[in-house]
């Protein structure tokens, strides 16, 4: 996202994720300086995440766009996450992910299943 609405983002991350989850607690960390952050989720002492995951995900990858940033994932992207890319990227976007694999693995034996 853009290193100038970093701090919005993770100012309003935090009230917006206790809306779905009462005393979640947010924990930003990774690359802040280049504008990628990633975010540990804590459940509250007397509740955890079940029945909130796709909520809590689709909050803030929503919020990620609002901001200007997108939705990436520097190790790859996995079979958890195959909604949110076909969501959060366009068709195109999504057919060149297909492609790329595919031209590095065309019989799919490094990773199978996996988006990226």
Not at 21 to 46: E, I, K, Q, T, W
Request: aromatic residues 4%.
């Amino acid at each position: 996202m853009p290193v100038a609405r970093l701090a919005d983002f993770v100012a309003l991350t935090e009230p917006m994720l206790s809306k779905i989850l009462p005393g979640v607690r947010v924990n930003p960390f990774g690359h802040l300086g280049d504008g990628n952050v990633h975010l540990n989720l804590s459940p509250p002492p007397d509740a955890d995440f079940a029945g909130t995951e796709a909520m809590l995900s689709q909050a803030i990858y929503d919020l990620v766009v609002s901001v200007g940033g997108s939705f990436s994932a520097e190790h790859g992207l996995g079979q958890a996450k195959v909604g949110l890319a076909d969501h959060l990227r366009s068709p195109i976007e999504r057919h060149l992910m297909t492609a790329l694999i595919a031209a590095v693995d065309p019989d799919a034996r490094m990773n199978p299943g996996k988006i990226v």
